[in-house]
C-alpha cells in the first residue's frame, strides 16, 4: 500500500474530521494547479466511497458505488471547492433541508469563508438550483468566484461547486463610483454593433457590446489569455507554393503531474512562465509550414496574432489579415504545438461557425443613421458598477459596464428586447 505523503494525510483527516467520514474509505485523491487572475491557486480532489463497497471496473471507465462523497479543498485555505454526493446519502455539516432561505445562506457562508452581501449575491435560482457570483460589498467582481448549489428534490444537497479567485485572496481598490452616461456618450456610440437574426423579413439589428469602461472613461479590454505569458506577433504570412518541410500530427498529451510538493513549495503554473523570443521565432517557423501546407493558396492572407501557453501546448492564434466579409472578419484558426518540442497536435478552424452567415453583409452606417440608432437606444443603455481585475496593477478596480437589454430593428424602426429577437 503506497504511503501517503504527510500533506495528503493532513487534508485527508481534516475532511475526515469534518465531515466525520467514519463510515468512509478514501477511494482515490490528487492535486491539481489552477490559474487564478494572475495567482497560481492549488486544489486536493478526493473521492470517498461507503465502506463495504466496491469500486466496478468498466470498458469504457471506472464506475464509482451509490453514496461516493467527491470532496475538493484548497490545500492551503482548507476551504471546500467542491462537495459533491453521488446518490442519497448525507454526511455531516450539511443540513437535510437547504430550501430555506436562511438555512441555505447560513451553511454556504460557512462553507466558502464568504459573507453573504457582502463577497457574494445571487444571479440566478430556481427551486433546486442557485448560482451566486463574487462581489465587494455587493458589487460583482470580475473575473470572480462563482458557487453552483444544487438540491435534490427534497432539498438534499446534490453538489456544491465553486470556482474562481476567492474575493478575500486578491486586492480591492476601494472608490466611489462616479461614472455617468453622459460622461461616456461618444464612446457609447462607437460600441454600436449590429448583427444578424433568423426572424422572417428582417436581416440584421443593432445593439451595444458589453464594454468595459474605466472610470477616466477609457475602455479596458481585459485580458482573454487568462493573465498568462503571451507574445502578440501580428505578422502576415507570406510563401511561394508548397513548404518543403512537412509537419504530421501528433496525438494529444497530459500535462505533468501535480503533486504535494509542488503546493508546499508553490510551484508557479506553467501557462506563466515567459515564452523565449527563440521559442516565438522557431513556433513562427513551424506555424508558417504548417499553414502553408493546409492553406497553400492562401499566401499573404494570414496573420499570426498571438502565442501563448496552454500547458503542454503552445497554443498559436491566426485570423484572416484582409477580411472581405463577415465570415472573414470572425474566422480564427488556432494550432496547439507541444511546448517542449514544438510538434504539430493540433489545428482547429472555425469557419463553419460562422459560414451561417456568409450571405450577410455589414451594413455601412451614414453619421446620421449611427445617430439614429443610438438615440433609439440611448435610454435602454445601462451602467453598472463593476469591480475589473487589472493585470497591471494586480488589484481590482472600480469601472463601469455598458451593456444593453435591448436592440434597434432599422425595417421597422422599432427597439424590442433582445430575449425577444
Known amino acids: 500500500m503506497n504511503t501517503l505523503h504527510a500533506l495528503t494525510k493532513q487534508l485527508t483527516d481534516y475532511m475526515l474530521e469534518k465531515y466525520h ?15 487564478m487572475n494572475d495567482q497560481t491557486g492549488y486544489s486536493f480532489e ?4 461507503p465502506r463495504g463497497t466496491s469500486v466496478i471496473e468498466e470498458e469504457d471507465g471506472t464506475m464509482l458505488p451509490e453514496g461516493t462523497v467527491q470532496i475538493t479543498i484548497n490545500p492551503v485555505t482548507k476551504r471546500t471547492t467542491t462537495l459533491s454526493l453521488h446518490g442519497p446519502t448525507s454526511i455531516h455539516s450539511v443540513p437535510d433541508d437547504l430550501r430555506d432561505p436562511n438555512t441555505r445562506i447560513a451553511w454556504i457562508e460557512s462553507e466558502t469563508d464568504m459573507i453573504h452581501g457582502t463577497h457574494f449575491m445571487i444571479e440566478e435560482e430556481n427551486d433546486t438550483f442557485f448560482s ?7 458589487i460583482r467582481l470580475s473575473p470572480g468566484c462563482f458557487i453552483h448549489l444544487t438540491l435534490t428534490e427534497n432539498g438534499q444537497l446534490d453538489e456544491l461547486f465553486l470556482y474562481g479567485p476567492h474575493p478575500s485572496d486578491h486586492h480591492v481598490k476601494q472608490e466611489s463610483f462616479a461614472l455617468t452616461l453622459e460622461d461616456i456618450d461618444s464612446l457609447a456610440k462607437q460600441q454600436i454593433k449590429w448583427f444578424s437574426y433568423t ?4 436581416q ?9 469602461v474605466t472610470q477616466e472613461a477609457s475602455i479596458l479590454v481585459p485580458s482573454k489569455l487568462d493573465f498568462t505569458s503571451s507574445i502578440e506577433v501580428n505578422d502576415v504570412l507570406s510563401w511561394t507554393g508548397l513548404s518543403s518541410k512537412t509537419h504530421e500530427r501528433y496525438p494529444f ?19 506563466f512562465r515567459p515564452i523565449p523570443q527563440e521559442t516565438a521565432d522557431a513556433c513562427r517557423a513551424v506555424i508558417k509550414d504548417i499553414i502553408q501546407n493546409e492553406y497553400s493558396a492562401d499566401s499573404g492572407q494570414w496573420m499570426l496574432r498571438h502565442i501563448y501557453r496552454q500547458n503542454p501546448y503552445l497554443a498559436v492564434t491566426l485570423s484572416h489579415a484582409h477580411p472581405t466579409s463577415y465570415v472573414d472578419q470572425h474566422r480564427r484558426v488556432t494550432i496547439l504545438l507541444d511546448a517542449k518540442t514544438l510538434h504539430w497536435i493540433s489545428l482547429t478552424d472555425d469557419q463553419e461557425l460562422h459560414t451561417v452567415f456568409d450571405s450577410v453583409s455589414a451594413p455601412e452606417l451614414e453619421d446620421e443613421q449611427q445617430d439614429i440608432i443610438f438615440n433609439a437606444l440611448r435610454p435602454y443603455l445601462l451602467l453598472t458598477p463593476r469591480y475589473v481585475f ?3 496593477k494586480g488589484q481590482y478596480v ?9 436592440a434597434y430593428l432599422p425595417a421597422t424602426n422599432e427597439v424590442v428586447l433582445l430575449r425577444n429577437l
Open 46 to 49: 478526493t473521492f470517498w466511497i
Open 21 to 35: 467520514l467514519t463510515d468512509y474509505v478514501l477511494y482515490e485523491s490528487s492535486y491539481t494547479q489552477n490559474k
Open 253 to 271: 498529451q497530459s500535462g505533468e503531474t501535480v503533486t504535494a510538493n509542488d503546493v508546499i513549495t508553490q510551484t508557479e503554473h506553467p501557462d
Open 390 to 392: 487589472a493585470a497591471s
Open 204 to 212: 440584421c439589428a443593432h445593439t451595444v457590446v458589453e464594454t468595459i
Open 199 to 202: 426572424k422572417p423579413g428582417h
Open 398 to 406: 472600480l469601472c463601469g459596464l455598458l451593456d444593453s437589454n435591448h
Open 132 to 138: 451566486y457570483v463574487s462581489c465587494h460589498e455587493g
